[in-house]
């Protein structure tokens, strides 16, 4: 799932603003709180003393004894001077019943269990809400006299409560105000960042589509705009460079078409000749009947003038095959006629060179391909593995279809080649040093064959062993466009 940047912000800034004010609301609220229990907490220590001072020094004896002899009359006294005396209304215990009584207005109030916290020098208080007011009542336990009474203040803390109450309230109203605020702010400032954003975006889309004649403008004093003039800078380097390479491209064309050029005047000049001389020289073997000096001698000429003519077809081939028209010129091919016409010419050299050319080639393969490159290609493998054979030795070639490939073997008997070798055999003029072969190779033969296996999508495979033969596996891909 695509998420836009302009979302991510807004999500993250509500994140920030969410955990920011909640924060803030819960260590504020909880400090008022904090301050207003110890509010509490300090008056209701200060009723404890004054009631401990108020009964120790300022009751007179008789109404002590009174209270020690059990005289309720003297503890509705106690209740009615301490209620004058504190402002406050009370409630006075005598061993967990309420005994004397000033508190006029919570007469009704459900009076909660009295519990007392051993380390809050034997006082605790409780909050509770009565006829919309904020009551803490201190149930204080004092041990003045011979037995335990207990005095339950009644104190109306209903304005600091409610000032708490709406002290809270304030701050989540106002946290959400601000919590908008900062959100449309910060709304408001991404969609100025997602704007310059999109801004390059737009401009490196025409920089894709070669389009180097623009500038980025985005006039801000901050990494966006640092960034816009770095994306200008490289435009203009980038399509300064481009220009070059497009004006050295043009040359190397025209070079290269000049050096074709050349090679071909040359080498079809030089065919005619060679063409000549291997005709007469054959001619003059057929009738000669001189000396065997002579006869050695036109066999030399003959044999130089066929190597010379093999170089100048050699040179012709991989001049043609290096060009586009190899990747476009190409049709549905019957691979298994071609490779039988192949054999019956190739026959005729391989008996030259007293070598047996076997075939087993399936029936009807198809390839789409260049019939004069895939001719070529055939017919490179067959004369390698024919001149670098032995005396009695044999070829085979084999075609079939496998999966989605054609499949074609050239195997031989030969004396095969070094395996430090391997590796550069595809290289131009590459000659392996060969001291048995019968004639010597132009060296280009299998580049020939490397550029006629990457125009047609195919791979190439050889195996070798010294002195024991060469297998060459081509693989041809049957599934191209329009073909069936």
């Known amino acids: ?114 519990s007392f916290n051993k380390n809050s020098f034997k006082t605790s208080y409780d909050i509770n809400y009565f006829k919309d007011k904020a009551i803490v009542d201190f149930p204080i336990r004092y041990d003045g006299f011979n037995r335990q009474i207990i005095i339950r203040y009644f104190v109306d803390y209903t304005d600091m409560l409610q000032t708490e109450k709406q002290v809270k309230i304030i701050m989540y109203i106002m946290s959400v105000i601000a919590s908008i605020i900062i959100i449309g702010l910060s709304m408001l400032s991404s969609n100025s960042i997602i704007k310059r954003i999109l801004t390059i975006k737009a401009f ?41 390479i497009k004006n050295d491209r043009d040359e190397i064309k025209r070079i290269s078409n000049y050096k074709k050029n050349f090679y071909d005047s040359v080498t079809h000049e030089l065919k005619t000749p060679l063409t000549t001389i291997i005709g007469y020289s054959e001619l003059l073997l057929a009738e000669c009947v001189g000396r065997q000096e002579d006869i050695d001698s036109i066999k030399i000429i003959n044999n130089e003038s066929m190597r010379l003519y093999d170089l100048v077809k050699s040179i012709l081939d991989i001049s043609f095959y290096n060009e586009a028209d190899l990747y476009n010129n190409k049709e549905i091919i019957n691979l298994t006629d071609l490779i039988a016409k192949i054999v019956i010419k190739m026959n005729i050299k391989a008996q030259k060179y007293y070598v047996t050319l076997n075939s087993n080639v399936a029936d009807n393969l198809q390839v789409y391909g260049n019939e004069g490159a895939l001719r070529s290609l055939i017919v490179n493998l067959l004369d390698n593995s024919i001149k670098y054979n032995k005396i009695n030795g044999s070829v085979t070639v084999i075609a079939f279809k496998e999966n989605n490939y054609i499949k074609v073997i050239v195997e031989d008997t030969g004396i095969g080649i070094k395996e430090q070798n391997l590796r550069n055999i595809f290289k131009p003029f590459f000659k392996e040093n060969r001291a048995t072969i019968v004639t010597e190779s132009s060296g280009l033969g299998l580049a020939v064959i490397e550029n006629i296996i990457k125009s047609h999508d195919a791979s190439i495979d050889i195996i070798s062993e010294l002195n024991k033969g060469t297998k060459v596996t081509v693989l041809i891909n049957a599934n191209k466009p329009n073909f069936y």
């Open 204 to 244: 490196t889309k025409k920089v894709v589509n070669n389009e180097f004649n623009n500038q980025l403008i985005i006039k801000s004093n901050d990494e966006l705009g640092e960034l816009a003039v770095d994306l200008n800078d490289m435009t203009t380097k980038l399509g300064q460079q481009i220009t070059k």
């Open 1 to 114: 799932m695509r998420i836009s940047i302009k979302s991510k912000m807004f999500i993250m800034y509500t994140l920030i603003s969410l955990i920011v004010f909640i924060s803030l609301n819960f260590v504020i609220v909880n400090q008022l709180k904090s301050y207003n229990r110890n509010v509490i907490k300090k008056d209701m220590l200060e009723l404890y003393e004054r009631t401990a001072n108020y009964i120790g020094k300022d009751l007179d004896f008789n109404t002590v004894e009174k209270i020690n002899s059990n005289n309720h009359y003297a503890l509705k006294q106690l209740s009615t001077m301490l209620a004058m005396n504190f402002n406050e209304q009370i409630i006075i215990y005598l061993n967990n019943e309420i005994i004397a009584e000033f508190a006029p207005d919570y007469r009704a109030y459900e009076f909660s269990e009295i």
